[in-house]
């Protein structure tokens, strides 16, 4: 297996372990900040103990080194982690993912403000079409039964919030950063601690916190092996799965229609994501 077909397989599973995020924080009959302290206290065991029995101390002893880098990742990892919940309970899933999939565009504004990135032609036309996908999302949140503006706004926060988070970690790209995500989740989960009700959740319920906390561990540790071994331009057009399939699988588990405006503005999102990934990807490959 050579490293391409090595880093898109791993990215792959890490992109399909995330699939079924949104569905669990459905499928568990609690209140939303109970379910973000769950989800990020049982992710941040399973992750650490992973990092721990493969790596020992080292990977945690790096990333504390990375100073404000560490702090800015570790804070948009964390906190976008407890509202991707808060999201999830106050507007459809499908308006979620596709919100959140506007993602590489936060990051190419945050790359300009803070990295001196230039700004092409090809990102200001991708960042002309994702805003008009989302404002048509926007628009259509207030005619789709189980959607709202205040969900679709948080989902907003949780795209800018990770990709300040990535764009941070781009300053130090020679230290992994998986080991700071446990951190941060351990630290978001005692802040919420005082405002959820950790031992109000079912027994029936407990197997898919422990699925739900499993899946997230798997998926933060191969998407961050994966995308190693290949381009950004890859990286993200392998993502874009997710965001088809999540309201795909909630749809067909749970029957939540996303609705016509939901799947006309992720169409535009989606499609303009694809299509500026797929330029870079061909004229890379060209060149070589």
Not at 79 to 99: D, E, M, P, Y
Not at 106 to 119: C, G, N
Not at 146 to 162: E, H, K, P, Q, Y
Request: aromatic share 10%; glycine share 10%; net charge positive.
């Amino acid at each position: 297996m050579t490293m391409q077909s090595k880093g898109i397989l791993l990215t792959v599973l890490g992109v399909l372990c995330v699939v079924p995020d949104s569905l669990f924080v459905r499928l568990i009959a609690a209140d939303p900040l109970t379910i973000a302290f769950w989800r990020l206290l049982n992710s941040a065991v399973l992750i650490a103990l992973g990092l721990y029995l493969w790596r020992g101390t080292a990977p945690f002893r790096a990333v504390l080194s990375t100073g404000w880098a560490g702090v800015v990742f570790g804070a948009g990892t964390g906190l976008s982690g407890a509202l991707f919940v808060l999201a999830v309970a106050h507007t459809s899933v499908a308006n979620v993912v596709f919100i959140i999939a506007a993602m590489p565009v936060f990051a190419m504004i945050f790359s300009r403000l803070f990295l001196a990135e230039p700004i092409s032609r090809r990102m200001l036309l991708t960042i002309a079409a994702v805003a008009f996908g989302l404002g048509i999302i926007a628009y259509g949140s207030g005619q789709t039964q189980g959607a709202s503006i205040t969900g679709d706004l948080m989902a907003l926060g949780v795209s800018a919030l990770f990709a300040a988070g990535l764009t941070a970690a781009r300053r130090v790209r020679n230290v992994p950063m998986v080991a700071m995500v446990p951190m941060a989740y351990v630290v978001v989960a005692a802040a919420l601690l005082p405002f959820a009700a950790p031992f109000s959740v079912a027994a029936a319920d407990i197997p898919f916190l422990a699925a739900h906390a499993g899946f997230i561990a798997l998926s933060s540790i191969f998407l961050a092996l994966g995308p190693r071994f290949i381009t950004s331009a890859e990286v993200s057009l392998l993502v874009l799965i997710e965001s088809v399939c999540a309201p795909l699988l909630v749809w067909g588990v749970l029957g939540e229609d996303p609705g016509p405006w939901a799947i006309l503005g992720g169409a535009v999102v989606l499609g303009a994501l694809f299509a500026s990934n797929l330029y870079v990807l061909m004229r890379r490959r060209g060149r070589a």
